[in-house]
């Protein structure tokens, strides 16, 4: 019954569907058994406008699909290209529906079966692409706080940007698949401002998006700019943390314009003064987020392939967990930024099949 109404939902909403929603749907069908997931009410949300370069298959045939990822792996050679168009011709939902019937119909695992047969970056991204959204993220922030030291940029990275429905549901997914709260993990592996910053936004208070106030935003700004380079000595970290946390996206658009008009500079210009280290790039990435959301993941993009070395976990992340959201619209917005095409950077960057299959992500 789960699955039949995701499926529904899906194809009726596919016009306004969300990362959330299609997570939701994802965990509806691999996680039936939980019924208390959070995700379920995201489900309930939408978003006027996607644009990705994934979308749904017409006419969409599960046992078909399956039968030629089964082909593509028979005899001594793998037909690497048949793996990269079924990949990229179908949905999250729409392959994990093939996963699961590739199970059925043949009674082993696709993705155990893929790695047996791949290798590399290619065999990464395959894998990446058959695996939930949250899924995907929430490993690169077990991974990130792990070791010796966290990795505050993919920390900074995943959760600056995303709504309190986005993080209420991939602190349920981190939890169900680490076996401790994100918060825990957070308070555990990080110290000082920054880990304020992180636990913060993990408590999912970012109000909802709606009408603006302007007096609030007034308010707002003038305490931002009391809490830096107005009245105190040294600055308040918490004024800042609490404000950029718990607005909401567009209220924060007009705090900062309010903020401009008081202090005469822009709310990054104080924040570069007041601040330093992973708290100045957190902040700053929340005001990128509010200013410019496309050129966030477009900067996020372009810093993983600029330079000496590809950040390959990096690229590989952003380009399927914005595939099916608004990476047409990045691209634009990255060619704008850098004047040059995400697919012609992300090209030089990579090589063999790996490069194949994230340019058939990014597509011409």
Request: with cysteine.
């Amino acid at each position: 019954m789960w699955r039949s109404t995701a499926v529904s939902a899906y194809t009726n909403h596919r016009s306004t569907i969300t990362m959330a929603v299609i997570v939701t749907l994802f965990l509806i069908i691999k996680l039936e058994s939980y019924s208390n997931s959070p995700a379920i009410t995201v489900f309930k949300k939408h978003i006027d406008h996607v644009n990705g370069t994934i979308k749904e298959k017409e006419n969409f045939d599960e046992e078909f699909a399956a039968k030629r990822f089964k082909l593509a792996m028979k005899g001594l050679g793998t037909d690497e290209t048949m793996i990269i168009n079924m990949l990229v011709s179908h949905s999250t939902l729409q392959r994990q529906a093939i996963e699961e019937k590739y199970k059925a119909m043949y009674g082993r695992d696709l993705i155990e079966d893929l790695k047996d047969e791949l290798g590399g970056h290619f065999e990464d991204t395959v894998v990446a692409m058959l695996t939930s959204p949250y899924s995907l993220l929430s490993d690169a922030l077990n991974d990130a706080l792990s070791g010796p030291g966290a990795d505050a940029d993919v920390l900074t990275e995943i959760l600056c940007c995303r709504s309190a429905e986005d993080i209420e549901s991939l602190s349920w997914w981190f939890e169900k698949q680490h076996e401790r709260s994100l918060d825990e993990a957070l308070a555990d592996d990080l110290s000082g401002d920054f880990r304020d910053l992180m636990r913060g936004l993990v408590a999912g208070g970012r109000e909802e998006e709606g009408p603006t106030d302007s007096a609030r935003a007034r308010k707002d700004a003038q305490d931002l700019y009391d809490a830096g380079i107005g009245l105190n000595a040294g600055t308040d970290e918490s004024e800042f943390i609490s404000i950029l946390n718990n607005r909401s996206f567009a209220q924060l658009t007009v705090t900062f314009d309010e903020y401009e008009n008081i202090s005469q500079e822009s709310i990054e210009e104080s924040i570069e003064k007041e601040f330093s280290g992973d708290l100045k790039d957190g902040l700053l990435a929340i005001v990128k987020r509010v200013r410019d959301p496309l050129g966030f993941f477009a900067g996020r993009l372009n810093k993983s392939v600029a330079g000496g070395g590809t950040d390959d976990k990096s690229l590989i992340r952003l380009l399927i967990s914005r595939s099916e959201i608004d990476l047409a619209d990045i691209k634009v917005r990255y060619k704008e930024l850098f004047e040059t095409e995400l697919y012609d950077d992300v090209k030089s960057d990579t090589s063999g099949d790996y490069q194949k299959l994230l340019l058939a992500i990014i597509g011409k």
